[in-house]
């Protein structure tokens, strides 16, 4: 029997991007839409539920015509249309279900509810020719801190997960601290480039022997206690110089990274796995990057970013997981409902 | 900050609390008092430990999932033997438009509405309820101290004091 090749729309709206993409039998991408609504909440120091309701809408119907056109393909060409029905803002989520669900009863395609998290790990996964499994997931970004283990693209086990924040959140508000701009991720790789990770001590939080959980917010408030200086009085001006700035966000972003990788390699250890993914908007992070890849080295396993472009939310990831949904028979009815938790 | 919650009431208490454990486990004793419809509201500055105040608070409350800290999503429903809308303030102009969309409507008698930064975004608090102010002393100890607004506000604070005073002095935190 020869494969028909499936192509499958992908719908994500469910924070600040709107994208869409077309993505043939969970691996190749024929094309990828990402509208970034960045800019427009920057000012707010974070989303703004309402402001991204709205610019989904204004942009859901372009960013879907957009993906057809770059691929060259008419809709009763698709073979399905997954979209990301969880975890995320219950506003943000309705606009990319309402919309393929009224896609899909248009064009009488079958449909399927993505989990976000999960399409984060498949994003990961399409970058290994044959992934072998099973694999220790990191997925790590502004809202999530989450250590899986996966047996399949989908089967994933929680091992461990942020106590308090985010990794990602805890550098927005290392930077709001250090009067960077949002997000703040970018903002302290970019200000601590030429810094030394070693100037300013951080401890990175273990917790217990065998805890696979992370702990941010005690990183936050040593950040805190630095910048106030001796005897814990807020200094006016902060005690930190310019230079300074990039050594205590070269060191404050260390101690995240590092705390990270060196969860993921207790996690191997624990779970007799010598090979890690990762997926999330951090996971851009160069930093992270070098020290998960040099602890790696040293442990003899095998890290798999996601690249880049689909570190953060893009369509691709939930088109690709979308693929893998169908193809187990796992199809939503019309009926789909989206969860802010999941 | 102490301008804010001095205008909801008097301390009913001021303690010294000697480490993150120990601040949990004083939420934790708010568990059994509260009902649905109650308002619990956290005040200090960042790092001061109103996530770990409300972990201890769900623990107390059995909640279904640890308590993590809403600033990304801004609001967490999280099951519990009283549902808890676990919300972060901070950001007063993100938080109404998460509101104003409706979410508000949440805000009912089964759910307790905890709320981080409640001296933000005020015009959304009910006048009645618990305040619990929360302020950095050295790197692990924190001054709690107990504000009541409203009839229920003040008999929570009062029934809560009491439980706390019979925690002083603290035992020492095991290592």
Known sequence: MTHEPQYILGIESSCDETATAIVVDGKQVISSVVHSQIDEHAAWGGVVPEIAGRSHLRSIRTVVDQCLAEAKLRPEQLSGIAVTNR??????LLIGVTAAKALAYAWQKPIVGVHHIE?????????????????????????????YRSDSALSHQLLGATRDDAAGECLDKAAAMLELSYPGGPAIQQAGAGGNPKAFQFKQPMLERDSLDFSFSGMKTALLYK???????????????????????????????S??????MRACQQHDIQQILIGGGVACNTRLRQVMNKLCAEQNIDATFAPPAYCTDNAVMIAGL???????????SLNLDVFAQA | MKDF???????FIAIEVP?????????????PMLRGGDFVGLVGDLGAGKTTWCRGLGEGLNSQVPLRSPSYLLMHEVDADIPILHLDAYFEHRLDSLLGEGDCERFNATNLLLVEWANHATHWWPNN????????????????????????GAQLAANYCKLLKNLIPFEPTDV
């Open chain 1, 227 to 257: 910048l106030r200086g001796p005897g814990n009085r807020l200094t006016d001006p902060w005690i930190i110089e310019r230079k300074q700035t990039s050594d205590i966000c070269a060191s404050f972003e260390h101690a995240v990274v």
């Open chain 2, 129 to 152: 309820g618990l305040y619990v102010g929360l302020k950095h002393n050295s790197n692990e100890t924190r001054t709690l101290s107990i504000h009541g607004d409203g009839e229920r």
């Open chain 1, 322 to 332: 979308g693929y893998e949904l169908f193809a187990a028979g796992k199809a939503d």
């Open chain 2, 5 to 11: 919650l001095t205008s909801i009431s008097e301390p």
């Open chain 1, 87 to 92: 975890p995320g803002l219950m506003g943000s």
């Open chain 1, 119 to 147: 399409a984060h790990i498949y994003a990961a996964l399409m970058s290994i020719e044959q992934p072998v499994f099973p694999y220790i997931t990191l997925v790590v970004s502004g809202g999530h801190t989450s250590l």
């Open chain 2, 19 to 31: 480490s993150a454990e120990r601040l949990g486990h004083c939420a934790k004793l708010l568990a």
């Open chain 1, 259 to 264: 705390t990270l990788a060196r969860k993921c």
